[in-house]
């Protein structure tokens, strides 16, 4: 097979030691020297995808608005090291804090900011030329600005583009706001921009496919994250003692909210007896009024973020792992149609799920229609669950073995990097 010379736009730089792994395990065994990376966050990439990686510095493009001269993109270095994330640079925590206070006006002003701003420099135009793809690939994001870097890398080389659909970013039923629902007028439009220098498109659940073609007129491929294959994997066996439930990853957009019934659920059974405790890692920015609600004495334990190894290690420890989502308010319909790759590293992992998270959402339905997670809408829901588990602990195997005879079968590395390579060589020799 020949494989095309890929350049990659990304928010975030890959990176094998947090979550933003999904494309690159995508992709992993692509020849390096066929793929090239553009991203736009402060990070340095950790990750041996590629050699060539391209970073716009957000913050940078903001400060360019009033000192012209200020570097707001330059090519750097991958650094593979064993960071635990607990630490970041000054921009990476200040976008943090902006992605946990943003406001329905902020996606306006980013990109007002990024069209004011100094991007599209002679540095930026001289990576994308000298690597020179045969292909420009990524997310159809819910950011115009971001998306209107694919636009200007494609219309500079002239190559066409290959899309992403990760989220509900092309209808108004995710968002609930007036404001909100005139911004996705203007960013469904520029996604249709994206649409119409399309070759090759993937999709991650069958309801995404689904509406890309009916709201989009775009068809596309079926695909999602690999599992993780593990050598030194064990089956999963209940050792005895206190229940251990794990969730790491990011809290905001109200996951917090459903964590916060499951640690309320749990307070309640553990009042004669601690059955359960619930340990929580993330990156996330917290109030101090937050951190107090998500770790309670006896129940639940807040941690900062560790490596990605580290994660695979505690998954391999736990014997419950969380899935959570907003079941109410304006963040409900945040993964109308979206598959978490977290699910696929729990796969991995072969231990029981326990997702809470609305019923009528994506990842809820793959869940629940494959019969291979605990669900649950309320806390009501939650607390006939954790009940349950503590009468009959067999539970926890029966769902641990599902969820990992499952991921093997249907979520292959192997096959998954075969569907994406064939289907973008086969989209470049088409065009």
Not at 10 to 25: A, Q, Y
Not at 167 to 192: A, E, G, M, P, W
């Amino acid at each position: 097979m020949e494989y095309p010379k890929i350049l990659f736009i990304t928010v975030n730089g890959w990176n094998n030691t947090t979550g933003t792994s999904t494309i690159s395990s995508i992709i992993k065994g692509y020849p390096t020297e066929n793929i090239a990376n553009i991203f736009i966050r402060a990070d340095k990439p950790n990750s041996d995808m590629c050699d060539r990686y391209f970073r716009i510095t957000e913050l940078n493009v903001f400060r360019s608005i009033f000192k012209r001269n200020i570097k707001t993109g330059d090519i750097v270095k991958k650094e593979i090291t064993d960071n635990t994330g607990k630490t970041f640079n000054n921009d990476r925590e200040d976008q943090m804090k902006l992605k946990r206070h943003k406001n329905v006006f902020t996606p306006f002003l980013r990109d007002l900011a990024w069209k004011l701003g100094k991007w599209k420099t002679p540095e930026l135009k001289k990576f994308i030329l000298e690597f020179d793809p045969d292909i420009i690939m990524l997310p159809a994001e819910g950011i115009i600005h971001f998306n209107n870097i694919g636009l200007y890398a494609s219309k500079l080389t002239g190559k066409s583009i290959g899309l992403f659909f990760w989220d509900d970013n092309f209808t108004y039923k995710s968002v609930n706001n007036v404001i909100s629902k005139c911004y996705r007028f203007f960013l469904k439009l520029n996604i249709k921009k994206l649409v119409k220098r399309t070759i090759a498109a993937f999709s991650i659940t069958p309801k995404m496919q689904k509406e890309c073609y009916e709201q989009l007129g775009q068809k596309t491929v079926l695909i999602t994250k690999p599992i993780v294959q593990n050598d030194r994997f064990k089956p999963y066996e209940y050792s005895g003692g206190v229940k251990k439930i794990l969730y790491t990853g990011s809290i905001y957009i109200d996951r917090d909210k459903s964590i916060i019934e499951l640690i309320k659920a749990i307070e309640e059974i553990n009042k004669d007896k601690t059955e359960f405790i619930i340990d929580i890692y993330t990156n996330s920015v917290l109030s101090e009024e937050e951190k107090a609600k998500l770790s309670v004495p006896n129940v639940s334990i807040l941690h900062d973020a560790v490596t990605k190894e580290e994660v695979l290690k505690l998954q391999s420890e736990a014997d419950i792992l969380l899935f959570a989502e907003a079941l109410s308010g304006r963040h409900r319909y945040a993964a109308r149609l979206s598959f978490s790759t977290k699910l696929t590293d729990y796969f991995s992992a072969g231990r029981c799920i326990l997702a809470i998270a609305p019923e009528d959402i994506a990842p809820t339905e793959y869940l629940a229609d494959n019969d291979i997670a605990l669900t649950a809408d309320s806390r009501a829901k939650i607390s006939e669950i954790l009940h349950s588990i503590s009468e009959n602990s067999d539970i926890m195997k029966e769902y641990a073995d599902r969820a990992y005879r499952f991921g093997t079968s249907k979520h292959s590395p192997k096959e998954t990097f075969a569907k994406f390579a064939q289907t973008v060589s086969e989209a470049v020799k088409g065009k």
